[in-house]
């Protein structure tokens, strides 16, 4: 599956964006859906998860309450809706699709489909 992530900008605190990754060459449904970031000299972090297997979604505690991730199967798309945004959310942000189990769903290693990171930047 090759995915495609869009949404990033430049927003000031407490806005809000959506990012999108679309899928293409296989339909999401039966992929398991995470987003990470990377910000500057730091290594990539865990965001949020869409499984498979259950259907519910996981979020790191950094994001919970502010940030929400959901599929959109007419679209073949996983959106991630950033609300409350602050300076620390700064990076870029990646998709990507695999079938962790559940216990390494937030592990980048889980996953073997990746698309392009988009830059999300919150100013104070």
């Known amino acids: 599956v090759q995915l495609q992530a869009s949404g990033g900008g430049l927003v000031q605190a407490g806005e809000s964006l959506r990012l999108t990754c679309a899928a293409s060459?296989?339909?999401?449904?039966?992929?398991?859906v995470g987003w990470f970031r990377q910000a500057p000299g730091k290594e990539r972090e865990f965001v949020a998860a869409s499984a498979v297997q259950n259907m519910h979604t996981y979020y790191d505690d950094s994001v919970k309450g502010r940030f929400t991730i959901s599929r959109d199967k007419a679209k073949n798309a996983v959106n991630l809706q950033m609300n409350s945004l602050r300076p620390e959310d700064t990076a870029v942000y990646s998709c990507a699709a695999g079938r962790p189990i559940i216990s390494m769903i937030s592990r980048s290693s889980a996953y073997y489909s990746w698309g392009q990171g988009t830059q999300v930047t919150v100013s104070s």
């Open positions: 060459g296989s339909t999401f449904s039966t992929y398991t």
